[in-house]
Nanobody, 126 residues
Framework: QVQLVESGGGSVQAGGSLRLSCGAFGNTISGYCMGWFRQAPGKEREAIATINSDGSTGYADSVQGRFTTSQDNAKNTLYLQMNSLKPEDTAMYYC????????????????????WGQGTQVTVSS
């Protein structure tokens, strides 16, 4: 099992940047498929960035070119660098983990991730 703890959320103006961190405890995340989901009020959870056990990354069209996810196995931490933030990026952001490699289509499904952090709020004002 692994426990995930997000940090780094907050309020920022449109065009600004934030970096989210996700610390993993209880097991090494090397070999895991890791990712970030977000959920805005009244909307479904959306996979926005994933990094598979082989290091390959994937992004939702809505954040492609603006967000970058990376992983530091020595620190057992996942990061999400968010640039050029827009008001529509306002949401609760969740770190997720699965103790296996996931196919490209499976990575987008919340049901594929047994481990979730508690979430961190990101608010972008215009």
């Amino acid at each position: 099992q692994v426990q995930l703890v997000e940090s780094g959320g907050g309020s920022v103006q449109a065009g600004g940047s934030l970096r989210l961190s996700c610390g993993a405890f209880g097991n090494t995340i090397s070999g895991y498929c890791m990712g970030w989901f977000r959920q805005a009020p009244g909307k479904e959870r959306e996979a926005i960035a994933t990094i598979n056990s082989d290091g390959s990354t994937g992004y939702a069209d809505s954040v492609q070119g603006r967000f970058t996810t990376s992983q530091d196995n020595a620190k057992n931490t996942l990061y999400l660098q968010m640039n050029s933030l827009k008001p529509e990026d306002t949401a609760m952001y969740y770190c997720v983990a699965a103790a296996r490699s996931l196919s490209w289509w499976a990575r987008r499904l919340p049901t594929q991730y047994p481990y979730w952090g508690q979430g961190t709020q990101v608010t972008v004002s215009s």
